[in-house]
């Protein structure tokens, strides 16, 4: 009865685990013939209150790109940062121009290629339409229909995916609990050390209802640990992946040994590798807004273990859903101006103010825990930079 419960927690443990590292999106894959349909997307109560509040109003003008087209036709590869950024000055203002009808949207996050958005001017406010100037049929808000059957495999994501995709299906920072508790590499055979793609490798932790022939393993070890820029204190382990295996036994004898192959292999893999359950391939399709709370948060890493960055590199911040933070928020950088002395009074300290450099998109987001996309970067950012509500 003691093993089994080890073993229930282990697997508990490696459930809380999966959170911290997939988080179910907007038109995720969840297996084969298995697809998120495009009506079980929501909108956030924060999103919605927004658009009670603008939907009436559109935006100033002024507001507006200087060069916003007047009519724009959505093609495959768009992305809706891209067009937010054709249209405004502010991308994170979308949902305001895009004046959201909750009576006949029931999800508003999904556009289509194809799909016409015109621009529409009046009293000095700006709206989007799917209908012409002069046309018939609606009330000139933008009105995009939520399929009524398939999925929303074709609509447009929200960032573009190559610059995410790995950090979609990967680990990227792990808590000491899942290092402990993970299922790991515990033997080659023939005296081998390292296992590359097609080799054969026996490992232990992976349960009976997990271990079915033919299912994915992420093979990682844990890197640096990840600080919290504020209190010090490590808030998780960068996960360094090392490639990935498929069982091709179930656990069989007294110690559960379960036989694995290599199907992938990004670096040498041995004994006391860790492993985590193959998650499924996300998309993210989220609206670009603003928090509506003021959120200050702090870069804790850029991810691959460096100490600078820039644009399209993700960074892991040391708040989360703990900060109402969720996906589709944009996030302003900037560097804290900090402290100099006054050359005229040298009793005297100036404070500078804050060098704002780019914005940052979260696309996942756990209890303390987030990460973020750099769109937009004219300096380098580094750990410690802040991230703040844009204004």
């Known amino acids: 009865m003691r093993d089994l419960t080890k073993e229930q927690a282990a697997s508990g443990r490696r459930l809380h685990a999966f959170t911290l590292f997939m988080l179910s999106v907007a038109g995720i894959t969840a297996g084969a013939g ?27 003008v002024a507001d507006l790109a200087p060069s916003a ?21 502010q991308p994170w203002r979308w949902p305001e121009l895009w004046g959201m009808n909750k009576q006949q949207i029931r999800n508003p996050h999904l556009i289509y290629p194809g799909q016409i958005l015109y621009l529409i001017t009046r009293d000095g406010r700006a ?42 299906i990967r680990p990227l920072v792990v808590d000491k609990g899942t290092v402990d508790t993970s299922a790991r590499l515990v033997a080659l055979p023939d005296a081998r050390v390292y296992m590359g793609r097609g080799d054969t ?8 209802g997990e271990a079915a022939i033919g299912s994915d393993w992420q093979a990682f070890k844990p890197a640096l640990p990840v600080r919290d820029p504020v209190t010090n204190k490590v808030i998780g ?27 992938q292999s990004l670096q040498e893999m041995g004994p006391g590798t860790l492993l985590l359950p193959q998650p499924p391939r996300e998309l993210v399709r989220y609206v670009p807004h603003a928090p509506e709370a003021d959120v200050n948060a702090r870069i804790a890493a850029v991810y691959g273990g460096v100490q600078y960055g820039g644009a399209k590199q993700v960074v892991v911040l040391n708040v989360g859903t703990d900060a109402g933070l969720e996906p589709g928020h944009v996030l302003a950088l900037s560097r804290d101006g900090g402290l100099v002395k006054d050359p005229t009074d040298s009793n005297r300290t100036i404070r500078l103010p804050d060098d704002r450099y780019g914005l940052a998109y979260v696309y996942r987001v756990f209890p303390g825990i987030s990460y973020a996309l750099v769109t937009d970067a004219t300096n380098l950012m580094k750990v410690g930079d802040i991230a703040t509500t844009p204004r």
Do not use: H, K, N
């Not at 490798?201 to 009976?208: K, L, N, S, V």
């Not at 990935?244 to 199907?263: I, L």
């Open 127 to 168: 709206y989007l339409s799917t209908t012409a100037p002069g046309g018939a049929g609606g009330d000139g808000r933008l009105s995009p229909r939520v399929r009524g059957e398939g999925t929303d495999g074709d609509a447009i994501l929200s960032i573009p995916a190559a610059d995410i995709e790995p950090f979609l």
């Open 69 to 89: 087209p007047g009519q724009y036709t959505v093609r495959s590869g768009d992305t809706l940062w891209g067009i937010s950024g054709r249209y405004l000055r």
């Open 34 to 60: 298995m697809t998120v349909q495009a009506a079980d997307l929501s909108v956030s109560p924060a999103q919605q209150a927004q658009a009670d509040r603008t939907a009436q109003q559109g935006i100033p």
């Open 201 to 208: 490798g026996y490992a232990r932790g992976i349960g009976p």
């Open 237 to 263: 382990f960068e996960a360094e992946y090392q490639g990935s295996v498929r069982v091709s036994r179930p656990p069989e004898g007294p110690d559960a040994v379960t036989t694995v192959q290599a199907t």
